[in-house]
Antibody, heavy 117, light 106 residues
């Protein structure tokens, strides 16, 4: 079955960058877009952007333009999301989610990123 | 940009029917997806393409979508259904989420 396994929790200082990985299995990695979603503590789901694992092409939400970079390594079926210039309000759980055949989202387990001095 | 609106909270008594609305401009022209999220867990799909239930989701979950409003209905609500519920639609390949509704079963 489809599985998305994300990297572990991170603690970063303000201004630093964080790189979250999302290793996939159970489906053809290059066949479906990978999306990234942020959820701040006690808040809702916020779409950050997506990557086409086949071409590497990306689309980012305007809010994150210039700070987020999404990449992939097709040899290991893994997607990555890097967020730079971290601020305290970037403290959140970051999810990768792939689109299924029915256009629904299948989610990873989430990665908590804490920004703290 | 496209927006989806949900009420912050809905309360229901055990065994009764809960309805969670999600509104957006001409929402009926789009497919709606519903996700359940319990504390500390990832979202889980409960309804896709307006009315369809994934395997493993109880029959008490159903959905509808027409005009400007989609509705998630939970019949015979159980205590285990207490969670946050999010509606989601696609707009120009962007995933748009409602703000979420906290369902309280009391």
């Amino acid at each position: 079955q489809v599985q998305l396994v994300q990297s572990g929790a991170e603690v970063k200082k303000p201004g630093a960058s964080v790189n979250v990985s999302c290793k996939t299995s159970g489906y053809t990695f290059t066949a479906y877009y990978m999306h990234w979603v942020r959820q701040a503590p006690g808040q809702g789901l916020e779409w950050m952007g997506r990557i086409n694992p086949n071409s590497g092409g990306t689309n980012y939400a305007q809010k994150f333009q210039g700070r987020v970079t999404m990449t992939r390594d097709t040899s290991i079926s893994t997607a990555y999301m890097e967020l730079s210039g971290l601020r305290y309000d970037d403290t959140a759980v970051f999810y990768c989610a792939t689109v299924t055949m029915d256009d629904a989202l299948k989610w990873g387990q989430g990665t908590l990123v804490t920004v703290s001095s | 940009s496209y927006e989806l609106t949900q009420p912050p909270s809905v309360s229901v008594s055990p065994g009764r029917t809960a309805s969670i609305p999600c509104s957006g401009d001409k929402l009926g022209d789009k497919f709606i997806f519903w996700y359940l999220q319990k504390p500390g867990q990832s979202p889980v799909l409960v309804i896709y393409q307006d009315t369809k239930r994934p395997s493993g989701i109880p029959e008490r979950f159903s959905g509808s979508n027409s005009g400007n409003t989609a509705t998630l209905t939970i019949s015979g609500t159980q205590a285990m259904d207490e969670a946050d519920y999010y509606c989601q639609a696609w707009d120009s390949s962007t995933a748009v989420f409602g703000g979420g509704t906290k369902l309280t079963v009391l």
